[in-house]
Every structure is written in C-alpha cells, then in structure tokens.
C-alpha cells in the first residue's frame, strides 16, 4: 500500500504560481510512476504530470506545457507540481496519484493510489 497526502492548494490571482506537495509512504517507490492529475466540475479527471521515480523522466499533459514542472526530492518520498502562469481554465482539484510504472503515465488506469485532492482556484 502507499499513502499519499497532498498540499500547497488554493486560491491565487491569474499570473500567480503555486506548488503542490504530494508526500508518499509505506513502500519503496522506485519501480513507481508519480503523476498529478485534476479534475474541474462537470469535467473528466485530466492528466498535468508524471515523473518516473527510477530514473527521473518527466512528463507533461499539453495544457500545461512549458508553465507547470514536476520533480521530486527521494529523501522525503515528496514529489512536487510546481504551477507558474496560472490561468482560470487550471483551476481543479489536483489529484497525486501513484502506480507501479510499466511504460504508461498519461492513463488513470495506470496508477493504483490517490491523494485526497487539493482545490486550486484560479481568480481572473
């Protein structure tokens, strides 16, 4: 089992930047895929990030391209989303989610262990 507790969530103006925390334990993560996903209302869980703990590769979702980074810090089990020019259009609940990585990042159905979420809002 691994737990995963998310943080850094909420409320910033348009152009702002915040970072999520997302703190695991209770297994070894080397052989996981990290990602972040989020889910706005009336919208369907999208995927922003992944990074392969063994290794380091990192992966983006198109929307956030070139504005969000992800990384992670192995002494601390922490992997972070850090969002810079953030747009109304980001404003979700952000999900951490973890999964034994075997060559997929991007698909829900990858990861067997969520957070609890973290609501970003966005204000214009």
């Known amino acids: 089992q691994v737990q995963l507790v998310e943080s850094g969530g909420g409320l910033v103006q348009a152009g702002g930047s915040l970072r999520l925390s997302c703190a695991a334990s209770g297994r070894a993560l080397s052989r996981y895929a990290m990602g972040w996903f989020r889910q706005a209302p009336g919208k369907e869980r999208e995927f922003v990030a992944a990074?392969?703990?063994?290794?380091?590769?990192?992966y983006y979702g198109d929307s956030v391209k070139g504005r969000f980074t992800i990384s992670k810090d192995n002494a601390k089990n922490t992997v972070y989303l850090q969002m810079n020019s953030l747009k109304p259009e980001d404003t979700a609940v952000y999900y951490c989610?973890?999964?034994?990585?075997?060559?997929?990042?991007?698909?829900?159905?990858?990861?067997?262990?969520w957070g609890q979420g973290t609501q970003v809002t966005v204000s214009s």
């Open positions: 990074i392969i703990w063994n290794g380091g590769s990192t």
């Open positions: 989610a973890a999964g034994y990585y075997s060559g997929r990042y991007a698909s829900r159905n990858a990861y067997d262990y």
